[in-house]
């Protein structure tokens, strides 16, 4: 073909243009403002090359064939649907690791965030001088008008443990509205957490300074349709979080839960122990397996309420679960006790050998069930 009239890239059907945006937007029951958001960005990012990516758990309204029906229309649209997992960061990051673009941006689909401010967000990228640039409500000019009085509480208490405990340095941390280079992205995925709400305050506190970070106001609006999903577990979450990135990631946020829920097993197994002795003048070895029982089915329902609440077991598979749970910690009694006995073989201190075999129960139990029970 001659050199002259080869089209150019400009002449190029959009699909062929390399996007130089990622646009992910994380949905659970969003069906009604899809759409919306799908043609505002269409007018705010006009003149860019530009892809979105959604990525729906599943959500029972079908927000995933809405999505559907605008990528048919549109190349520049797809659809992660994931099935039996739940969580805004995990989706974030699944979306920016599924995309291509130099740049991805992360924004709400109710339509609470401004997606005008996209293309200047994408200007400040590509200038190279920022890594990271987060949509602010926290610096002058940005505001969070449609929070009522308990969320504007909660969300300026969060912001302030960050800040102090976490030495984050940005004024809005908690926000979910914010555009990253790749490159830089992709540096830090490995050890993010796929849990909780907090994407953006993980990715800061991970950078530890290392990113040269802009922030912009914005005026975080109200919902479009539906409702927020924000609820008080968002608040454990968070929680974990910090003390996660505090303990230089040697805790993860689901071995705490799983270590929490199993000390309350502690006290459940010592309840059920002594009603069994008491009120039912059981002999001790069935009493003792009474107090067992009750502690691993309360340990098992505790996890799959709230250590696994992102993979939460339903139906048939609870009792599966159940099942498998017993097998895993009776192995894990028996883990338990071998340590503790050999431990104090060596050295008779009998608070010392009690917490190795108990560390070493939980660690062995907390493993397994990773693989065996609530295996992804
Ligand atoms: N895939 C997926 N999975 N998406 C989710 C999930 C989930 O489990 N939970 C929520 N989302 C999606 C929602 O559909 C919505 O598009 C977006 O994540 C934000 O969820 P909302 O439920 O609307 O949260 P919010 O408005 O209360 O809080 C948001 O804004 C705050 C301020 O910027 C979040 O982005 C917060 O992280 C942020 O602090
Ligand atoms: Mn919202």
Redesign the pocket.
């Given at each position: 073909m001659n050199e002259a009239i080869r089209p150019g890239p400009e002449s190029l059907p959009q699909a062929a243009v390399a996007p130089q945006l990622s646009v992910v937007?994380?949905?659970?029951?969003?069906r009604d403002?899809v759409t919306t958001l799908y043609r505002r960005l269409e007018t705010a990012l006009a003149g860019i090359p530009w892809e979105v990516v959604f990525?729906?758990?599943n959500s029972p309204d079908g927000t995933w064939d809405v999505v559907r029906a605008l990528a048919r229309q549109d190349n520049r649209v797809r659809c992660i649907r994931?099935i039996g997992r739940?969580?805004?960061s995990?989706?974030c990051i699944e979306g920016i690791l599924a995309s291509s673009a130099p740049c991805a941006a992360v924004i709400?689909?109710?339509l609470?965030?401004d997606e005008t401010q996209l293309p200047k967000m994408l200007a400040l990228l590509q200038g190279g001088e920022f890594d990271l640039v987060v949509?602010s409500?926290y610096i002058e000019g940005g505001s969070?008008d449609s929070f009522n009085k308990q969320r504007a509480g909660a969300?300026a208490l969060a912001t302030e443990v960050a800040k102090r405990v976490l030495r984050v340095k940005i004024a809005d941390p908690?926000?979910?509205?914010f555009m990253i280079r790749r490159d830089r992205f992709e540096q830090l995925a490995p050890q993010l957490s796929t849990q909780g709400?907090?994407?953006?305050l993980d990715v800061v506190a991970t950078a530890r300074g290392e990113l040269r970070v802009k922030e912009i106001p914005y005026n975080?609006g109200s919902?479009l349709h539906?409702?927020?999903?924000?609820d008080s577990m968002v608040a454990l979450d968070f929680l974990g979080l910090v003390l996660a990135k505090l303990t230089h990631d040697a805790v993860s946020l689901r071995f705490l839960l799983f270590a929490m829920v199993g000390s309350l097993g502690v006290f459940v197994h010592f309840a059920a122990l002594f009603i069994a002795l008491r009120g039912f003048d059981l002999p001790f070895a069935v009493a003792q397996g009474c107090g067992a029982f009750s502690a691993m089915t309360s340990n098992f329902i505790l996890n799959n309420f709230l250590t696994y609440r992102?993979q939460r077991l339903k139906g048939f598979a609870i009792l599966r679960g159940l099942l498998l749970f017993y097998l895993v910690c009776s192995v894990g009694l028996a883990a338990n006790v071998g340590v503790a006995f050999s431990v104090y073989a060596q050295e008779p201190i009998w608070w010392l050998a009690g917490a190795a075999g108990a560390l070493m129960g939980v660690v062995w139990n907390y493993a397994m069930s990773g693989l065996f029970v609530w295996r992804k």
């Open positions: 937007v994380p949905t659970f029951n969003e403002n990525v729906d758990d994931r739940r969580g805004l995990g989706a709400d689909a109710d609470q965030h949509g409500r969070a969300s908690m926000s979910g509205f709400f907090k994407i953006l975080f919902r539906g409702e927020s999903k924000l992102d």
